[in-house]
């Protein structure tokens, strides 16, 4: 229990454009959602929660006009990276807080590779 | 915040040893730790969890050691193998569901 998957696993666009990164629950509902940046050989950097049926919290420094979260569904949470530049290349993490067995944590999907031409 | 890495630290180690990869957390606050375990490409998966109210948690083949009153986690590795090669972090919880990463240890394991 407690998959996450993400789509797409590998994106490549222009500048200018905007893409759309998917995450979604597969076998049970999460209310809550968390997306993540990483940089080649660094860590994981929170960027926002992802709450369903309201607006996401988004952790200082990170521009909410520049990563747009929905959560529109309790196993479907979406980042849309607006007009991506280069800079915004990245590996792109979503996780969500599930239950297997008897534990409750947080468990990630496999992540999406951005690169921006 | 927060923790974000500079450049992963690493660690060798030959086959059939115990690894111990530490982790300093950031907030005296924090209750609640994760380690997990990332393969080149891939997303982070959970390996063990320790709560603060204990000091040392046993897995599989895994121990995770709990020092609060210096900011410490460590994970324990017994007879490690070339497939635990990968890079580890902590992540602490302080605040709601939110989970903050440590920099993370780079281990390899030299068969």
């Known amino acids: 229990g407690a998959v996450v998957s993400q789509h797409p696993s590998w994106v490549i666009c222009k500048s200018g454009t905007s893409v759309k990164i998917e995450c979604r629950s597969l076998d049970f509902q999460a209310t809550t959602m968390f997306w993540y940046r990483q940089f080649p050989k660094q860590s994981l950097m929170l960027m926002a929660t992802?709450?369903?049926?309201?607006?996401?919290?988004?952790e200082q420094g990170v521009e909410k006009d520049k990563f747009l979260i929905n959560h529109a569904s309790l196993t479907l949470s979406t980042l849309t990276v607006t007009s991506a530049h280069p800079e915004d290349s990245s590996f792109y993490i979503c996780?969500?807080?599930?239950?297997?067995?008897?534990?409750?944590?947080?468990?990630f999907g496999p992540g999406t590779r951005l690169l921006v031409l | 915040g927060e923790s974000v890495g500079l450049h992963l630290p690493t660690l060798s180690v030959q086959e059939g040893d115990n690894s111990i990869i530490n982790c300093a957390y950031s907030?005296?606050?924090?209750?609640?730790f994760i380690w997990y375990k990332q393969e080149s490409g891939k997303g982070p998966q959970f390996i063990i969890d320790?709560?603060?109210?204990?000091d040392k948690r046993q897995g599989q083949r895994v121990t995770v050691l709990l020092n609060k009153t210096v900011k410490h986690l460590s994970l324990q590795i017994a007879a490690t193998q070339p497939g635990d090669s990968a890079v580890y972090f902590c992540a602490e919880n302080y605040y709601g569901n939110q989970f903050y990463f440590g920099t993370g240890t780079s281990l390899t394991v030299i068969p």
């Open positions: 992802s709450n369903e049926g309201s607006k996401a919290t988004y």
């Open positions: 907030n005296s606050a924090s209750d609640y």
């Open positions: 996780s969500a807080i599930g239950t297997s067995g008897s534990q409750e944590t947080q468990y």
């Open positions: 320790i709560r603060s109210n204990m």
